[in-house]
């Protein structure tokens, strides 16, 4: 026993830290968020959520603590008076601290600093238990802070994809098991819902209202309807959902989400374009 201590003297928790920071750091042929360098797009709420999403994905995180943190890093620049005096990404790991708690899921601070850290700088070791170390942990423990108190410590969120399962379960059951399977709705809505987290408008619109919006652009998608639903009015399926449904509101709402990706893939032409003229330029 004592010989196979002495052959591996990495220990469980940096054996730990290092697989994270690798998953944090994915090989170049594997990955595209390889060649996204977050500290280029500091101001952009839209990047924020991503490395929120990347972020969680890395640490195991539940699809609602990943929500949950995007919710409150919108609310937070909503609720503050000058955003340009705080490091969105430090807010924006603190958020995935802050909602690992409200989610009762456990998210180590450790964890959190390393990932976060690995994925803004990109093939960074892990921080070894220092004033450095110390320094970024006491940063994040006093964003989180900041966060509560800039929500006045009201950090309920009331999220769409609840609403989402019950509709889906619904329609289900008004469409048939065999029919409902042959399309893959209920994954696309979800997927609409959880995209539309990249809006910092998600938290101006009614959950259920964004819900609907995202079924009915699956729905589109597909080219599938509900039988024994009008189109308009009290008997049609989104009006049933949603009682206080609008029009204009949805439509709004579906224009978003698309847009989103149009947003996204300039951004993606943007950082290739760049790492393409980086190589043709290398010697």
Request: hydrophobic share 40%; net charge neutral; with cysteine.
């Amino acid at each position: 026993m004592e010989r196979n201590r002495q052959r591996s003297p990495v220990s469980t928790q940096q054996r730990h830290e290092l697989s994270l920071i690798q998953s944090a750091n994915p090989p170049k042929e594997n990955s595209s968020n390889v060649l996204l360098d977050y500290s280029k797009f500091r101001g952009d709420a839209f990047m924020a959520i991503r490395f929120i999403f990347e972020c969680g994905m890395k640490l195991d995180a539940q699809p609602m603590t990943i929500s949950t943190a995007a919710m409150l890093l919108h609310k937070f620049r909503t609720a503050s008076t000058d955003q340009k005096e705080y490091d969105i990404y430090l807010i924006a790991a603190a958020s995935i601290y802050l909602a690992g708690k409200i989610e009762s899921q456990l998210i180590k601070i450790r964890d959190v600093i390393n990932v976060t850290r690995a994925t803004l700088h990109r093939n960074s070791l892990p921080l070894e238990l220092g004033d450095s170390y110390w320094a970024v942990r006491e940063s994040i423990v006093q964003a989180e802070l900041l966060v509560i108190r800039v929500l006045k410590f009201d950090v309920t969120i009331y999220h769409p994809q609840k609403f989402l399962v019950h509709y889906l379960k619904t329609l289900e059951e008004w469409m048939g098991v065999e029919e409902w399977t042959k399309i893959p709705v209920a994954r696309t809505s979800w997927a609409f819902v959880q995209d539309f987290h990249h809006d910092s408008s998600i938290i101006n619109y009614p959950p259920q209202a964004v819900a609907v919006a995202a079924i009915e652009l699956a729905m589109s998608a597909f080219g599938c309807t509900v039988p024994l639903c009008t189109p308009e009015g009290k008997n049609s399926w989104q009006m049933i959902f949603h009682s206080n449904f609008n029009r204009n509101e949805h439509g709004e709402i579906m224009t978003k989400i698309l847009n989103l990706y149009e947003h996204e893939l300039n951004i993606l032409r943007e950082t290739l374009f760049q790492v393409s003229m980086k190589d043709t330029k290398a010697p």
